[in-house]
């Protein structure tokens, strides 16, 4: 799997949109861009992936630029309950047994303050 | 269905002990991982399941441990020996295969403690 480049931490203002940048330049055509969340003493949790496209859900946004080298995690109103370890992840989409694990790096502690 | 269930959550244990933990994944998921967290770390992929199959096992999972999938619903994972250095956050997750690119469901994990 290709490896991720993020920022070690960043913080934001709570009820400002949080942007969380990622570089995965060495991504292959078939690699998906996934992003987890950590919350302290919690499990990581899905929020979104995605291949070329923009995708949006009910926790966030994820913009991949048109090169697919970079992609930025959209939190549009970010709360104190959003403080956590995001942790931006590629891998090959499918089915095939060697393509099922996600290999996590250290992440983006992402701060929301009042 | 509450997702997946891990037990203990919490364990501490003596250098040497043996020790079982267990994971309930979602009922209809196929695919079950385990994955081991140190401090300031990302998760680390231990070895994963397809039904009853182990499919694939890191080399971080050394002879010491073991993990059994026998009904292809429920999963252990077990330490033999320990060390001080196992100690960290053990994590299971599913999902379930044909969902394709789906995410997975993390349990909320099993904190090992080896004095």
């Known amino acids: 799997d290709a490896k991720t480049t993020q920022p070690t931490s960043m913080d934001c203002a709570e009820g400002r949109a949080a942007n969380l940048p990622c570089n995965h330049s060495?991504?292959?055509?078939?690699?998906?861009v996934y992003w987890y969340r950590q919350i302290h003493s919690q499990g990581p949790q899905y929020i979104i992936h995605g291949l070329k496209n923009n995708e949006t859900n009910e926790m966030a946004s994820l913009i991949i630029t048109e090169d697919r080298k970079s992609s930025t995690l959209i939190l549009p109103h970010a709360t104190l309950r959003d403080t956590a370890v995001y942790y931006c992840?590629?891998?090959?989409?499918?089915?095939?047994?060697?393509?099922?694990?996600?290999?996590f790096g250290t992440g983006t502690r992402l701060q929301v303050t009042l | 269905d509450t997702g997946v269930s891990q037990n203990p959550r919490h364990k501490i244990t003596k250098r040497g002990q043996n020790v079982t933990f267990r994971c309930d994944p979602i009922s209809e998921h196929n695919r079950l991982y385990w994955y081991r967290q140190t401090l300031g770390q990302g998760p680390e992929f231990l070895t994963y399941f397809q039904n009853e199959a182990q499919l694939e096992k890191s080399r971080l999972l050394s002879d010491r441990f073991s993990a059994e999938r026998p009904k292809g619903s429920f999963s252990t994972l077990e330490i033999q020996r320990t060390e001080q250095g196992d100690s960290a956050m053990y994590l299971c997750a599913s999902s379930f295969s044909g969902a394709g690119t789906g995410g997975y469901t993390f349990g909320s994990g099993t904190r090992l403690t080896v004095v």
């Open positions: 060495t991504i292959s055509g078939n690699e998906y």
């Open positions: 992840i590629v891998r090959v989409g499918g089915d095939t047994g060697t393509a099922s694990k996600l290999t």
